[in-house]
């Protein structure tokens, strides 16, 4: 089955940093693109990053872009969001999704920016 | 960027009813990069329709989609009660990746 689990989230102050984490389970990691999207609270979803399977190509949306990290380890079937200088509008619910089309998504951490 | 606006925002109907979705695209959109998502409360979205007509796994063909260029429709036929959920459209075309806002479709 193919799965990814999502951890990391939590408070944090304006101007700290957390790292989030995805798990993958049930498909070759390393030949997927996997995907970064967050939900605020009663709000839309937005895509937040992603990447390559093997690292070559990382894009992401212009309002995290120098705060944030993508990044992923195909040896621990591993996907990571570092994420810097986090703001009160960076809360939400952040999801893993795996491949362009975002198939399956991951249950979500959530992330708290408040002081 | 390309901008998607669905419509309406919320859509009231009954079960056994037909419902019709809309996404607009600021600019064209291959078909091939555009997709559609279910999300019920509480729960990750779900991929439903890819390359704006196929389904993907275990959806039921209840659930269609179509269209091209900037106007695309996901129309369920008959709805059933487990359909009532928020719906989003999205482009993968073009970076940056963009989503709808989102129809939510309630019961009446």
């Known amino acids: 089955e193919v799965q990814l689990v999502e951890s990391g989230g939590g408070l944090v102050q304006p101007g700290g940093s957390l790292r989030l984490s995805c798990t993958a389970s049930g498909f070759t990691f390393s030949g997927y693109w996997m995907n970064w999207v967050r939900q605020a609270p009663g709000k839309g979803l937005e895509w937040v990053a992603h990447i390559k399977g093997d690292e070559s190509e990382k894009k992401y949306v212009d309002s995290v872009k120098g705060r944030f990290t993508i990044s992923r380890d195909n040896t621990k079937n591993s996907l990571y969001l570092q994420m810097n200088s986090l703001r009160a509008e960076d809360t939400a619910v952040y999801y893993c999704a795996r491949s362009n089309l975002f198939d399956p998504w991951g249950q979500g951490t959530l992330v708290i920016v408040s002081s | 960027e390309i901008v998607l606006t669905q419509s309406p925002g919320t859509l009231s109907l009954s079960p056994g009813e037909r419902a019709t979705l809309s996404c607009r695209a600021s600019?064209?959109?291959?078909?091939?990069?555009l997709t559609w998502y279910q999300q019920k409360p509480g729960q990750a979205p779900r991929l439903l329709i890819y390359?704006?007509?196929s389904r993907a796994t275990g959806i039921p063909d209840r659930f269609s989609g179509s269209g091209s260029g900037t106007d695309f429709t996901l129309t369920i036929s008959k709805l059933e009660p487990e359909d009532f959920a928020v719906y989003y459209c999205q482009q993968y075309g073009r970076s940056p990746i963009t989503f709808g806002q989102g129809t939510r479709l309630e019961i009446k």
């Open positions: 390359g704006a007509s």
């Open positions: 600019q064209s959109v291959s078909s091939t990069y």
